[in-house]
């Protein structure tokens, strides 16, 4: 009895910040918007604790803001921000590159890699999240097999803060299809050790991924602003 009253409200903390970050993700909460505890609790049905515990962990992860006694804020969209994250992911996903074509011997970790995006077009997977996911655990194991945990570990950091726009790279069709072509040829220079052109690749793919989350996120802000603004006057 003890232990599934101890459990619960943990379960409910991480009910309300699952809640909460999807909000953010999808623009209901919008950048800059702010909020009290008190709101949030009486909207999901529950107590500050929770609340303010979900919140905190929200901004462990850079998307909200404490303001001290006039509530919380979702983080303001900051381009700047997100593209010195993209740049520094470049950097160590490319090092990461030149360890394993230069150094690595056993390639099972990339033989993993293989087998899930070098596949005909008909066994190629097309649920956008599901790639989401899967387009993550590739970059990270691309760091990982390089064999340097601490890379690794600030470069899941990166992932992290990231997947709130790299998510919607893989809203439309093409871009799937893109993300399958590109890993393709870049598992292929890697396992035939091309450091030059693994790199060159690589570069290309991040790049090609950050110039569409930009045209997406500003389109869905736009709209989302306009949601906002249509409801302000509805209301009225």
């Known amino acids: 009895m003890n232990a599934k009253a101890n459990?619960?409200?943990?379960?409910?903390?991480?009910?309300?910040?699952?809640?909460?970050?999807?909000?953010?993700?999808?623009?209901?909460?919008?950048?800059?918007?702010?909020?009290?505890?008190?709101?949030?609790?009486?909207?999901?049905?529950?107590?500050r604790t929770p609340?303010?515990?979900?919140?905190?962990?929200?901004?462990?992860?850079?998307?909200?803001?404490?303001?001290?006694?006039?509530?919380?804020?979702?983080?303001?969209?900051?381009?700047?921000?997100?593209?010195?994250?993209?740049?520094?992911?470049?950097?160590?996903?490319?090092?990461?590159?030149r360890k394993l074509c230069e150094h690595t011997t056993e390639h099972d970790m990339l033989d993993e890699l293989v087998a899930q995006w070098c596949v005909p077009a008909e066994q190629r997977l097309t649920d956008g999240p599901t790639v989401s996911g899967m387009d993550e655990r590739f970059h990270e194991q691309l760091v990982m097999a390089a064999g340097n945990q601490e890379m690794a570990r600030i470069h899941q950091d990166l992932t992290e803060r990231l997947r709130i726009i790299?998510?919607?790279?893989?809203?439309?069709?093409?871009?799937?299809?893109?993300?399958?072509?590109?890993?393709?040829?870049?598992?292929?220079?890697?396992?035939?050790?091309?450091?030059?052109q693994a790199q060159m690749l690589l570069r290309a793919h991040i790049e090609e991924s950050r110039n569409e989350v930009r045209k997406i996120t500003v389109h869905m802000l736009h709209e989302a602003n306009a949601r906002s603004q249509l409801h302000a006057v509805d209301n009225n």
């Open 166 to 196: 790299r998510r919607l790279d893989f809203t439309k069709p093409p871009r799937l299809e893109a993300t399958y072509n590109e890993h393709q040829a870049v598992l292929e220079a890697i396992l035939h050790r091309r450091v030059e």
């Open 7 to 47: 459990k619960k409200p943990e379960n409910l903390a991480e009910r309300i910040y699952l809640q909460l970050k999807q909000d953010i993700f999808d623009f209901r909460l919008m950048p800059g918007d702010r909020f009290t505890e008190n709101e949030v609790a009486e909207r999901v049905g529950a107590s």
């Open 51 to 97: 609340v303010r515990e979900a919140l905190f962990r929200l901004q462990r992860e850079s998307y909200v803001d404490v303001l001290y006694r006039s509530g919380w804020q979702v983080k303001p969209f900051d381009f700047k921000y997100f593209e010195e994250l993209y740049d520094v992911r470049t950097i160590l996903e490319c090092a990461a590159v």
